[in-house]
């Protein structure tokens, strides 16, 4: 840890947050960018919005996991495996041939919400003033 408690810089951590979402946003773009067709672009920015919502919902709604042992891993991944089986199934049902790209942004999006909650945890308590006591 870089900072101990009453120490660090919580505009470092800021920074790190903020760059953490430009980053995202910017592959979320490229991808989306890479579309066919206009209808392809406004599918993955559907998928790209349903599953920022739908993996939060999946992580944020099991609340102490699948063993009651509070363990975030089985959530984790049941998190990014839901969108992603959406953006799939949606994929084949209109025939495209960007199947690879639904799949990448459905899991791409359930990934903003879940991993930026760890990214701004990490952020604040390595590098900002946070402390646990």
Not at 83 to 112: D, Y
């Amino acid at each position: 840890m870089l900072a101990v408690c009453g120490g660090g810089s919580d505009t470092t951590a800021i920074a790190v947050v903020l760059g953490a979402i430009l980053l995202w946003l910017l592959i979320a773009f490229a991808v989306i960018k890479t579309g066919q067709d206009r209808s392809e672009r406004v599918l993955l920015i559907g998928l790209l919005v349903l599953s920022v919502f739908l993996g939060a919902g999946v992580y944020f709604g099991i609340a102490d996991g699948f063993s009651g042992s509070g363990d975030a891993l089985g959530k984790f991944i049941l998190a990014l495996l839901v969108p992603g089986a959406v953006g799939a199934a949606i994929a084949l049902a209109t025939r495209g041939r960007g199947g690879a790209r639904a799949f990448f942004i459905s899991s791409w999006g359930a990934l903003f919400l879940t991993g930026g909650a760890y990214v701004l945890f990490v952020a604040f308590l390595g590098l900002g003033t946070a402390c646990l006591d």
